[in-house]
C-alpha cells in the first residue's frame, strides 16, 4: 500500500466544514500534510507554487466556477503533471453525467457521503494505473509519440492491460491527434465507438475529420454529438469552430453563446465567442466578450499579445480607430519584440489602419516578409485590411488569393469580400475567386487524370 | 418547468453534504478512541445511498434518466460492494463472497451499477441464512452481475416489486450497446440454493 503520510494533499472546497471533513478523512489514511484551497484562485495559487500529490477537489467552488474548470484549466496550462492524483469530489449525481461524456477528466471521481476506506480503495486504483501508464507518460510528455504508441501497443496486447483497455485505446487515438496523424486519430476512435458509443470517442471522430479538412463529415458527427449530450459543453466549441470553418457564423456564435451563458467564466470559450461574433459582423457582442476576457481571467499569463491584438480588431470593426490605437499602443516594446512573426503582422496592419501615420512604417518593414510567410487566416485578413487600406494592391490580392486556396476559404470569404467591398473593389475580388478556383481545377487534374472526382 | 426537480436535487445534494460531515466525524472519533462505529456509518451511507435512489427514480418516472456510461472494472465494483457490505452483514452472522470472473474493463454506469448490487445484497442479507455471493460473468457477450443467497428464496415469481427492485429493472435497460439492451433476471435457481438476482449488460 501506498505510504500516504509522504504525499501531499490539497484539499478545494469553498465550504469550510467541508473542508474539514475531507481532511479529516484524509488523515485517516495516514496524510499528515494536508493544504487547504478556498476557492479557484487559491487552487491555482498553490498548485503552482508547491504541486500536491493528491488534489481533492470539489465539484462545486462557488463564485460561478467548477471543479471541471479549474481541472480543464490546469491542462491548459500545462500545471498538471500526470503522476498528481486529482480526484473530484461531489455530492452531485449529475457529475457522473459530465464524467461519461467529456474528453478531459479527473483521475477518478467519488460521491459523497464516502468511508476513508473507500478513498483509499480508490487512491490506490488510480496509484496502480498510473503506475501501469508510467513509461507512457514519460514518452508522451517527452512528445516521442512513436515511443508512447510502442508502449501502448504492447499495453495493449498485454495480460496487465486487460483491466484498462479502453483507456489504452483513448490514450493511442489522443497520441495520434497530438502528433498530427489525424489519418490514424480517426480510426482509433472509430475503433473504439465499435465498442461502445461514448460521446467523447464520437466527438474525437469529428476533431479528426475536421483537422483533415472534411467539414460536412465532422459536421455530421459533431451534431450527434450535441444533441445527444448537452451537457458536453466542449462538444459545442468544436461544433461552432466546424461551423466557422464552414462560413456559418451565424450558427456557431449562437451556440457559444447559449453556453457561454451556462459557463459565464470559462475565458477560452469567451474568445471563440468573440472570434465567432466578429466572423459574424456582431462587433459589440466581439467587444463584450474580449473586454470580459481582458478584465477577468486572471491567471497569470493568461491575457496574450493575441488577446488585445484580438480587442483591437473589434474596435476597428466598430469604427473606432482611436481606441483601437490605445490599445495597440498599450502593449509595451518588449512584448511586442517577443511575439512571433505572425503577431508582429498583425499588429503592424492594425496599428496601419488605425493609425496610418503611426503605422505605415513598421507595416512597410515588414511587406517583404508578408509577400512570403505562411500565416494563419486571421492575420491573413489583417493585412489585407491593411494593404487594401493603403491602397497596396499587390499585397492585397496576394492574400486574397491566398486565402481563399486556403482550407479557411470559407470562414474568411464573407470578411474578405466585405473588405473588397468598402473600397469599391467587388469585382477584383470576384477575379481572385475564379483565378483561384481555375488553378485549383488545373492541379486536381494534372495531379490526378484518372481517379474520380474528390467528394 | 425543472423547479421541483432543482429543489429536490439541491436538498439531496446539501443533505448528503451534511451526512459527509457527520461521517467524518464519526470516523475521526473511531480512530481516536478505538470505538467500531461502522454500523454508524453504514447507516448514514445507506441513507445518502437512498436518498440517491430517490432522485434516480424521480427521474426515471420523468423518462429523463440517462446512464453515465463510463470504461469500469468490473473487479473494482464487486470489491466496492465488499468494503461496503461485508461488515454489515458479518454483524448478521452473514458471510459475503465475491466471485469475479471478468478481467476487461466493460461500459457501464458505475455508480448505479454498484447501488444496485449494493441493494441487491441488502436484500439477500435479510433473507440469507449463512452466506451471500456476488459473482460476474460473461456469457455471449453479455456481462452477467448476480447476487446469489442461501435463504428460503422469493415467495412468489415475479416477486412484489418495491422500489429497489423498479429501480434496478428501468436502470438495467437504459444500458444499451449495439441492438442490445440490459435486464433484470430474478430466480430462485441460485448457486446457494436460495434467491437470485441477475442483472445482464450488453
Known amino acids: ?455 | 418547468m425543472h423547479k421541483l426537480l432543482d429543489i429536490l436535487a439541491s436538498g439531496i445534494h446539501d443533505a448528503k453534504n451534511q451526512l459527509f460531515v457527520a461521517e467524518s466525524i464519526i470516523a475521526a472519533a473511531e480512530a481516536a478512541h478505538g470505538i467500531p462505529m461502522g454500523e454508524a456509518r453504514y447507516a448514514i451511507e445507506s441513507a445518502a445511498n437512498r436518498l440517491s435512489r430517490t432522485l434516480t427514480a424521480y427521474h426515471l418516472m420523468r423518462h429523463d434518466a440517462a446512464a453515465a456510461v463510463t470504461p469500469t472494472i468490473v473487479g473494482d465494483v464487486c470489491d466496492e460492494v465488499m468494503l461496503a457490505q461485508k461488515k454489515h452483514l458479518a454483524e448478521r452472522g452473514v458471510e459475503l463472497n465475491i466471485d469475479c470472473q471478468v478481467f476487461d474493463e466493460w461500459p457501464l454506469d458505475r455508480d448505479l451499477v454498484t447501488d444496485m448490487l449494493n441493494n441487491a445484497v441488502q436484500n439477500a442479507g435479510r433473507f440469507a441464512d449463512k452466506a451471500v455471493q456476488v459473482s460476474a460473468t460473461t456469457d455471449d457477450g453479455w456481462l452477467c452481475l448476480r447476487v446469489d443467497d442461501d435463504g428460503p428464496g422469493f415467495a412468489t415469481l415475479p416477486p412484489a416489486v418495491g422500489t429497489g427492485l423498479m429501480v434496478a429493472e428501468r436502470l438495467a435497460r437504459l444500458h444499451h450497446r449495439h441492438e442490445r439492451q440490459g435486464g433484470l433476471r430474478l430466480s430462485n435457481q441460485g448457486a446457494l440454493g436460495g434467491a437470485r438476482f441477475e442483472l445482464r449488460l450488453p
Not at chain 1, 451565424?250 to 453556453?259: F, G, K, M, R, Y
Request: aromatic letters at 8%; a negative charge.
Open chain 1, 1 to 455: 500500500m501506498t505510504d500516504y503520510s509522504k504525499k501531499r494533499f490539497l484539499v478545494v472546497d469553498d465550504q469550510a466544514q467541508a473542508r474539514d471533513a475531507l481532511r479529516t478523512v484524509a488523515q485517516q489514511l495516514g496524510a499528515f500534510a494536508v493544504e487547504f484551497a478556498s476557492n479557484y484562485q487559491d487552487a491555482i495559487f498553490r498548485i503552482r507554487n508547491n504541486m500536491p500529490d493528491v488534489i481533492l477537489c470539489d465539484y462545486v467552488l462557488g463564485d460561478g466556477r467548477s471543479g471541471q474548470q479549474l481541472l480543464e484549466e490546469l491542462r491548459r496550462f500545462n500545471l498538471l503533471p500526470d503522476e498528481t492524483i486529482f480526484m473530484m469530489v461531489t455530492g452531485e449525481q449529475s457529475y457522473e453525467q459530465v464524467v461519461s461524456a467529456v474528453e478531459l477528466i479527473p483521475d477518478d471521481y467519488i460521491i459523497k457521503p464516502f468511508s476513508p476506506d473507500k478513498l483509499l480503495f480508490r487512491l490506490e486504483r488510480i496509484v496502480a494505473k498510473k503506475l501501469f501508464f508510467a513509461d507512457y507518460y514519460k514518452e508522451k510528455r517527452k512528445q516521442e509519440y512513436a515511443n508512447a504508441l510502442a508502449i501502448l501497443e504492447a499495453a495493449r496486447d498485454s495480460e496487465a492491460g486487460r483491466p484498462y483497455r479502453f483507456e489504452i485505446l483513448r490514450q493511442r487515438a489522443e497520441v495520434f491527434l497530438a502528433s498530427g496523424d489525424v489519418k490514424s486519430a480517426e480510426a482509433a476512435y472509430r475503433s473504439i465507438l465499435e465498442n461502445y458509443e461514448f460521446p467523447w470517442a464520437r466527438a474525437g471522430v469529428a476533431r479528426s475529420l475536421q483537422k483533415q479538412n472534411r467539414l460536412q463529415e465532422a459536421r455530421e458527427e459533431i451534431d450527434r454529438v450535441v444533441a445527444s449530450t448537452p451537457h458536453f459543453f466542449d462538444a459545442g466549441d468544436l461544433k461552432a469552430s466546424i461551423c466557422m470553418a464552414q462560413g456559418e457564423h451565424a450558427e456557431a456564435q449562437q451556440i457559444l453563446d447559449e453556453i457561454a451563458k451556462k459557463t459565464p467564466r470559462n475565458y477560452v470559450r469567451k474568445r471563440l465567442l468573440a472570434e465567432a461574433a466578429t466572423l459574424n459582423g456582431d462587433t459589440e457582442t466581439a467587444l463584450a466578450a474580449m473586454a470580459d476576457v481582458i478584465a477577468n481571467d486572471t491567471m497569470p499569463g493568461a491575457i496574450s499579445a493575441e488577446d488585445r491584438l484580438a480587442t483591437a480588431r473589434s474596435h476597428i470593426n466598430a469604427g473606432d480607430k482611436i481606441t483601437a490605437e490605445k490599445v495597440l499602443l498599450g502593449i509595451r516594446d518588449s512584448e511586442l519584440q517577443q511575439m512571433p512573426l505572425m503577431e508582429q503582422a498583425s499588429f503592424a496592419a492594425l496599428l496601419a489602419v488605425s493609425s496610418v501615420e503611426r503605422g505605415k512604417i513598421r507595416f512597410a518593414g515588414l511587406r517583404p516578409a508578408m509577400l512570403v510567410t505562411e500565416f494563419n487566416s486571421t492575420t491573413r485578413l489583417d493585412i489585407l485590411r491593411a494593404a487594401l487600406s493603403l491602397d497596396d494592391h499587390q499585397l492585397a490580392d496576394l492574400q486574397s488569393g491566398q486565402l481563399m486556396a486556403s482550407p479557411d476559404a470559407k470562414k474568411v470569404f464573407g470578411a474578405a469580400r466585405t473588405l473588397y467591398a468598402l473600397h469599391g473593389r467587388e469585382k477584383d475580388f470576384r477575379e481572385i475567386q475564379r483565378q483561384v478556383a481555375l488553378l485549383r481545377i488545373k492541379h486536381d487534374e494534372e495531379v490526378a487524370p484518372d481517379s474520380p472526382p474528390a467528394a
